[in-house]
């Protein structure tokens, strides 16, 4: 079973996510801000998969993307952003900063499946 973290501070976008996780037989951790998962990462912290929103007040998904992104422990840990905000700006800043992934809120099961399996094969064949 995969453990996922889902960071978002919108807790009940959190569970859905959690929900749809679980129904693709993955265990999840849910954190409301990326402080907390960044130090959950710092004290040997080992998920599989980061689902990280974007929009976050003070520490942005892309902030936390760059924290995870710059320590060699954490270069081959999928991570897929999870944002309402479309625009091809930023999903091109997603991608080049290390992303894995890019699904759209609301997200629908079938697309987080998709993603995961995208994000997990990259790791596999580096």
Same mark, same amino acid.
């Given at each position: ?5 889902? &960071? ?24 409301? #801000? ?8 710092? !004290?040997?912290? #080992?998920? !599989? ?9 003070? &520490? ?28 091809? &700006?930023? &999903? !091109? ?6 992303? !894995? ?21 990259? #790791?596999?064949?580096?």
């Amino acid at each position: 079973m995969k453990l996922v973290w889902i &960071v978002d501070s919108d807790e009940e976008m959190g569970r859905a996510v959690s929900l749809m996780l679980k129904l693709l037989d993955c265990e999840t951790r849910y954190f409301y #801000h990326p402080r907390v998962a960044a130090q959950a990462l710092l !004290d040997g912290g #080992h998920p !599989d998969l980061m689902v990280l929103d974007i929009n976050m007040p003070e &520490v942005s998904g892309l902030d936390m993307l760059e924290f995870v992104r710059r320590r060699k422990e954490w270069k081959n840990l999928p991570v897929i952003m999870l944002s309402s905000e479309a625009a091809d &700006v930023m &999903v !091109d800043k997603a991608m080049e900063m290390g992303a !894995d992934g890019y699904v759209m809120k609301p997200v629908t099961i079938e697309e987080l499946e998709k993603v995961m399996s995208q994000a997990f094969y990259k #790791h596999i064949i580096k």
